[in-house]
Nanobody
Protein backbone atom coordinates (compact mmCIF):
# COMPACT_ATOMS: atom_id res chain seq x y z
CA UNK A 1 0.00 0.00 0.00
CA UNK A 2 1.35 3.40 -0.97
CA UNK A 3 2.06 5.70 1.97
CA UNK A 4 2.71 9.36 2.45
CA UNK A 5 5.63 10.26 4.71
CA UNK A 6 5.92 13.58 6.49
CA UNK A 7 9.06 15.01 8.07
CA UNK A 8 10.46 18.29 9.34
CA UNK A 9 8.52 18.81 12.53
CA UNK A 10 10.12 19.84 15.80
CA UNK A 11 10.29 22.41 18.56
CA UNK A 12 10.55 26.06 17.57
CA UNK A 13 10.20 29.36 19.40
CA UNK A 14 7.32 31.73 18.66
CA UNK A 15 8.13 33.77 15.59
CA UNK A 16 10.35 31.05 14.17
CA UNK A 17 10.07 28.96 11.03
CA UNK A 18 9.90 25.32 10.03
CA UNK A 19 9.58 23.55 6.70
CA UNK A 20 7.62 20.34 6.56
CA UNK A 21 8.04 17.86 3.73
CA UNK A 22 5.76 15.13 2.50
CA UNK A 23 6.79 12.35 0.13
CA UNK A 24 3.93 11.91 -2.35
CA UNK A 25 4.84 9.25 -4.93
CA UNK A 26 3.74 10.53 -8.32
CA UNK A 27 3.53 6.93 -9.51
CA UNK A 28 0.42 6.67 -7.34
CA UNK A 29 -0.74 10.28 -7.13
CA UNK A 30 -0.07 11.80 -10.54
CA UNK A 31 -2.32 14.78 -11.11
CA UNK A 32 -3.63 14.77 -7.55
CA UNK A 33 -4.15 17.73 -5.25
CA UNK A 34 -2.25 17.40 -1.96
CA UNK A 35 -3.46 18.89 1.28
CA UNK A 36 -1.96 19.60 4.69
CA UNK A 37 -4.07 19.22 7.81
CA UNK A 38 -3.28 19.55 11.48
CA UNK A 39 -4.72 18.24 14.70
CA UNK A 40 -4.08 19.54 18.18
CA UNK A 41 -4.84 17.46 21.31
CA UNK A 42 -8.55 17.39 22.02
CA UNK A 43 -9.41 19.14 18.78
CA UNK A 44 -10.67 18.02 15.40
CA UNK A 45 -8.39 17.74 12.43
CA UNK A 46 -8.44 20.97 10.46
CA UNK A 47 -7.48 21.97 6.96
CA UNK A 48 -4.31 24.02 6.60
CA UNK A 49 -3.41 24.31 2.91
CA UNK A 50 -3.77 22.60 -0.46
CA UNK A 51 -2.00 22.65 -3.79
CA UNK A 52 -2.98 21.12 -7.10
CA UNK A 53 -0.71 19.12 -9.42
CA UNK A 54 0.42 22.18 -11.37
CA UNK A 55 0.91 24.29 -8.26
CA UNK A 56 -1.71 26.77 -9.40
CA UNK A 57 -3.85 28.70 -6.90
CA UNK A 58 -2.91 27.17 -3.57
CA UNK A 59 -5.51 27.55 -0.85
CA UNK A 60 -4.93 28.34 2.81
CA UNK A 61 -6.92 28.39 6.01
CA UNK A 62 -7.47 31.94 7.22
CA UNK A 63 -5.47 31.17 10.35
CA UNK A 64 -2.28 30.55 8.35
CA UNK A 65 -2.73 32.78 5.34
CA UNK A 66 0.24 35.09 4.74
CA UNK A 67 2.39 33.00 7.10
CA UNK A 68 2.47 29.55 5.48
CA UNK A 69 3.45 28.65 1.94
CA UNK A 70 2.66 25.32 0.24
CA UNK A 71 4.74 24.24 -2.74
CA UNK A 72 5.58 21.03 -4.55
CA UNK A 73 8.31 19.50 -6.63
CA UNK A 74 6.66 16.72 -8.59
CA UNK A 75 9.94 15.48 -10.05
CA UNK A 76 11.11 14.76 -6.50
CA UNK A 77 7.76 13.44 -5.23
CA UNK A 78 7.76 16.17 -2.59
CA UNK A 79 5.23 18.63 -1.21
CA UNK A 80 6.40 21.26 1.24
CA UNK A 81 4.78 23.43 3.86
CA UNK A 82 6.92 26.41 4.78
CA UNK A 83 5.69 27.81 8.07
CA UNK A 84 6.81 31.29 9.12
CA UNK A 85 6.04 33.55 12.08
CA UNK A 86 4.88 30.52 14.03
CA UNK A 87 2.57 30.95 17.00
CA UNK A 88 1.92 28.69 19.98
CA UNK A 89 -1.53 27.96 18.55
CA UNK A 90 0.14 26.41 15.49
CA UNK A 91 1.33 23.55 17.72
CA UNK A 92 -0.22 20.37 16.31
CA UNK A 93 0.48 17.15 14.54
CA UNK A 94 0.63 17.98 10.84
CA UNK A 95 -0.58 15.47 8.27
CA UNK A 96 -0.43 15.42 4.50
CA UNK A 97 -3.24 13.94 2.49
CA UNK A 98 -3.76 12.80 -1.09
CA UNK A 99 -7.13 11.36 -2.04
CA UNK A 100 -7.93 8.96 0.82
CA UNK A 101 -4.32 8.39 1.84
CA UNK A 102 -2.80 10.02 4.92
CA UNK A 103 0.68 10.19 6.34
CA UNK A 104 1.57 9.30 9.91
CA UNK A 105 1.97 12.96 10.90
CA UNK A 106 4.81 15.08 12.21
CA UNK A 107 4.69 16.98 15.48
CA UNK A 108 5.17 20.74 15.51
CA UNK A 109 5.55 22.45 18.87
CA UNK A 110 5.82 26.22 19.14
CA UNK A 111 6.96 27.22 22.59
CA UNK A 112 9.48 29.40 24.35
Amino acid sequence: QVQLVESGGGLVQPGGSLRLSCVVPRSAFHGVTVKWYRQAPGKEREFVASIDWMGVGPFYADSVKDRFDITRENAKDLVYLQMNRLKPEDSSVYFCNALRTWGQGTQVTVSS
